[in-house]
């Protein structure tokens, strides 16, 4: 069995080799910057967890289809960050800041490409699984952040069409990157089943997370201006939770932010999270995010994996759901 350390140091070593000063420039340094300035690698390890649930022995064919998850989430906020207007991505700046739009879009064109080859270093007898696991995933990713950027001029989602977003946008990333370790590992198909659900389930539970700390959590820690869902109007758990709470005057008070420009960010920020506290849904996304996690986790039971293997997981698992950035 394989340590969370273990993995760190498998992970930063492949990684290492994508640091190839190729030609031209201007579209592969982008890359090598994106993947050198920090990132959580949370697919990519959740990939190997679930692999090493059931085998060993990790060799490029497991390592590098876990790192083509993580490329291809790095090519996704690449173009987020376009979309979004964010300056800063873990305490740096953007990609598109750094260079410039079109640059940041071809850069991202090649992440998503290579993440691909990468995906086919698995052993030939499940590569056609992984690669439509794989493909249907990043169609379902579009898919969350085209609902992400309809609702942000929409003024009023429900809880349902909120869940719906995160699900595509975010969890089938972590769901895929389960399923795709227990494929490496040749699970069942009940195993590969359970497993999903597990990295579904997780995700969500992540995502609440990040629209709480994008919220609540300390800029220092967190790598990113505090505020931005709020800037740019995001419907995220907490405003879809504070409109189902919110009175008709805190409504109307809500909308009214919602109309304020970049000139009155802190005015806007500062109010929209003074709402929150004050109808307690500082408080509710905590608590709605260890529902979802022990929703993982009895998923995960499903799975019937021995407890001394799932160890490593569930530590993982606990950790997500409690960083600070």
């Given at each position: 069995?394989?340590?969370?350390e273990?993995?760190d140091?498998?992970?930063?070593?492949?990684a290492?080799?994508q640091?190839?000063r190729?030609?031209?420039?201007n579209?592969?340094?982008?890359?090598d910057?994106m993947?050198?300035i920090?990132?959580k690698?949370?697919?990519?390890?959740?990939c190997?967890?679930t692999?090493?649930l059931?085998?060993?022995?990790?060799?490029?064919?497991?390592?590098?289809?876990?790192?083509a998850?993580?490329?291809f989430?790095?090519f996704?906020?690449?173009h987020?960050?376009?979309?979004d207007?964010?300056?800063?991505r873990r305490?740096?700046?953007?990609v598109?800041?750094?260079?410039?739009?079109n640059?940041?879009?071809?850069s991202?064109?090649?992440?998503s490409?290579l993440?691909?080859?990468?995906?086919?270093y698995?052993?030939?007898e499940?590569?056609?699984?992984?690669?439509?696991l794989?493909?249907?995933?990043a169609m379902?990713?579009c898919e969350g952040?085209?609902?992400d950027?309809?609702?942000?001029s929409?003024?009023?989602i429900t809880?349902?069409?909120?869940?719906n977003?995160?699900?595509l946008?975010t969890a089938v990333?972590?769901?895929?990157?389960a399923?795709m370790g227990?494929?490496l590992?040749?699970?069942?198909?009940q195993?590969?089943q359970a497993?999903?659900?597990?990295?579904?389930?997780?995700?969500?539970?992540f995502q609440?997370t990040?629209?709480y700390?994008d919220?609540f959590?300390?800029?220092q820690?967190f790598?990113?201006k505090?505020?931005?869902?709020?800037t740019?109007?995001?419907?995220?758990?907490?405003l879809v939770?504070?409109?189902?709470?919110?009175d008709?005057?805190r409504?109307q008070?809500l909308?009214?932010?919602m109309?304020?420009?970049?000139?009155?960010?802190?005015?806007?920020?500062?109010a929209?999270?003074?709402i929150?506290?004050e109808l307690?849904v500082k408080?509710?996304?905590?608590?709605?995010?260890l529902v979802?996690?022990k929703?993982?986790m009895?998923d995960?039971a499903r799975?019937g994996?021995?407890p001394?293997?799932?160890?490593?997981l569930?530590?993982f698992?606990?950790?997500?759901?409690?960083r600070?950035?």
């Amino acid at each position: 069995m394989y340590t969370l350390e273990e993995i760190d140091h498998i992970l930063d070593n492949c990684a290492k080799l994508q640091h190839v000063r190729l030609e031209p420039a201007n579209l592969y340094a982008p890359l090598d910057y994106m993947m050198s300035i920090g990132g959580k690698r949370i697919r990519p390890k959740l990939c190997l967890l679930t692999c090493n649930l059931l085998t060993d022995d990790f060799r490029n064919a497991e390592i590098f289809p876990a790192m083509a998850l993580e490329v291809f989430h790095e090519f996704t906020l690449i173009h987020d960050d376009i979309m979004d207007r964010s300056d800063t991505r873990r305490g740096c700046l953007t990609v598109y800041k750094k260079w410039n739009e079109n640059i940041a879009i071809l850069s991202g064109d090649v992440m998503s490409i290579l993440a691909y080859k990468y995906l086919a270093y698995a052993r030939p007898e499940v590569l056609p699984q992984a690669l439509d696991l794989f493909t249907g995933t990043a169609m379902q990713v579009c898919e969350g952040q085209q609902y992400d950027m309809d609702f942000e001029s929409m003024p009023f989602i429900t809880m349902d069409d909120y869940l719906n977003m995160i699900g595509l946008k975010t969890a089938v990333l972590l769901a895929c990157a389960a399923k795709m370790g227990a494929l490496l590992g040749d699970g069942s198909p009940q195993v590969c089943q359970a497993l999903y659900d597990f990295g579904y389930k997780l995700g969500i539970a992540f995502q609440i997370t990040d629209d709480y700390l994008d919220t609540f959590g300390n800029e220092q820690v967190f790598g990113k201006k505090i505020g931005g869902d709020i800037t740019n109007n995001k419907k995220t758990w907490l405003l879809v939770e504070c409109l189902r709470r919110a009175d008709v005057a805190r409504k109307q008070k809500l909308q009214e932010l919602m109309h304020l420009g970049e000139e009155a960010r802190a005015e806007k920020v500062e109010a929209v999270r003074q709402i929150y506290v004050e109808l307690g849904v500082k408080e509710a996304a905590e608590a709605e995010i260890l529902v979802w996690h022990k929703k993982a986790m009895s998923d995960l039971a499903r799975a019937g994996i021995a407890p001394s293997r799932t160890v490593q997981l569930e530590r993982f698992a606990e950790e997500i759901i409690h960083r600070e950035k």
